[in-house]
């Protein structure tokens, strides 16, 4: 049966966009943009975001593009690449109750993938945000989407998903966002 996503159906994951690693990303600086692309849309269609942080205190702050889009929230600083396995993160996605968890940051075949993993453990539908997901080595993020889809992820992208969240150009938010969706680089 095909899936519709929705903003009161999803939550946003935000995976370790942090310090020097996420400006070590190919093309770092269109990365950070179509994440803040994607955080501002969530934002302005009230989808919750979860926002994680490995390790901050070695691996440092989420880079300031994003963090000043979250001022209102705090990350949830973590040590295990599965965000699962802490019980803030654990906590929090049950709380939120919503069948559709998308995840978008870095990196794809560690962080992102070992939560994506524990997520589909605890049954949970995930998305992969395929354009807002990163590793240093391009050879290792398609690797890790490969293993995301054929353990049972679906991809997606930015401006995909912000038009599935929208639905309709009468959606209130269609024109505010019209731009943003319009700065996303190309690929």
Not at 29 to 51: F, K, M, T
Not at 87 to 114: K, M, S, T
Not at 142 to 157: D, I, S, V
Request: glycine share 4%.
């Amino acid at each position: 049966m095909p899936t519709r996503l929705s903003a009161q159906n999803s939550a946003l994951v935000l995976v370790d966009v942090q310090g020097k690693l996420a400006r070590m990303m190919p093309d770092a600086e269109s990365l950070i943009h179509r994440i803040c692309v994607l955080l501002q849309g969530a934002v302005q269609l009230d989808i919750p975001i979860l926002w994680l942080e490995q390790n901050p205190a070695g691996l440092g702050p989420t880079v300031p593009e994003i963090s000043a889009l979250l001022r209102a929230r705090r990350p949830i600083a973590k040590q295990h690449f599965d965000a699962c396995s802490e019980p803030d993160f654990a906590r929090q996605i049950a709380a939120l109750n919503r069948r559709y968890l998308i995840l978008c940051g870095i990196e794809a075949h560690i962080c992102v993938l070992q939560t994506a993993l524990g997520l589909l453990t605890q049954k949970h539908a995930v998305y992969i945000v395929a354009d807002a997901v990163a590793s240093k080595q391009e050879a290792h993020k398609q690797l890790a989407l490969q293993r995301l889809t054929q353990e049972g992820c679906r991809l997606c992208n930015v401006e995909m998903l912000l038009f599935e969240w929208l639905a309709s150009a009468q959606h209130p938010a269609f024109k505010p966002l019209l731009p943003l969706i319009k700065s996303l680089p190309r690929l």
